[in-house]
């Protein structure tokens, strides 16, 4: 089984996250495509993400009707700070040999890349693919990268979040059941 495994904050989910793993799931032929919040990034103050609990729950509602994309609580259920190199040992576990995995993250991530955390492990761990991204263009790859050409759409969660705390109107951006939550949970504001 081809397994893909997206990470991010998802702070708040939205149809570009959607788009990229749906997209990711059609042209690298996947299985399966995990969206995974992130527990705690070791390059975000907590005071900067809305709590673990919520973005998971978000998430959860983001993919629901949509065949193949599931989201993991893996990040969220060990302690702080959240590595991907975990999660692949993680999904390794649940996913053994001969399943193949496939981490995939949006383009801009690559600034930072470098910063990782046994970075030669991950690479060793999955294919790795870094998703373009619209009006972002990252110019160095390193040679275990691969490139995934998406028609993504132009979508930052900081841009939604500043929208929300303005009283903009964002259902073109969000699915409208992570919306509800948004409002319920008075989160952004």
Request: glycine share 6%; proline share 10%; aromatic share 12%.
């Amino acid at each position: 089984m081809k397994i893909g495994i997206v990470g991010g904050s998802f702070d708040p989910p939205h149809f570009g996250h959607l788009n990229l793993a749906e997209e990711a799931k059609r042209r690298l032929s996947l299985d399966r495509v995990y969206l995974v919040p992130a527990g705690q990034p070791p390059h975000k103050s907590p005071e900067d993400l809305s709590p673990p609990l919520l973005r998971y729950r978000m998430t959860r509602l983001a993919v629901r009707n949509r065949p193949g994309l599931e989201v993991s609580d893996a990040e969220i259920r060990r302690p702080p700070p959240s590595y991907t190199v975990d999660t692949l040992r993680d999904f390794r576990q649940e996913f053994p040999y001969p399943h193949e995995l496939f981490f995939i993250v949006g383009e801009d991530s690559l600034g930072i890349i470098h910063t990782w955390k046994d970075l030669p492990i991950i690479f060793e761990s999955c294919r790795f693919f870094a998703a373009t991204r619209p009006g972002f263009e990252f110019v160095f790859y390193p040679e275990e990268v691969r490139k995934l050409a998406i028609d993504g759409l132009d979508i930052a969660s900081s841009e939604i979040r500043k929208k929300i705390k303005e009283g903009e109107d964002v259902n073109e951006f969000v699915p409208y059941k992570v919306l509800q939550l948004i409002e319920k949970e008075g989160l952004y504001r």
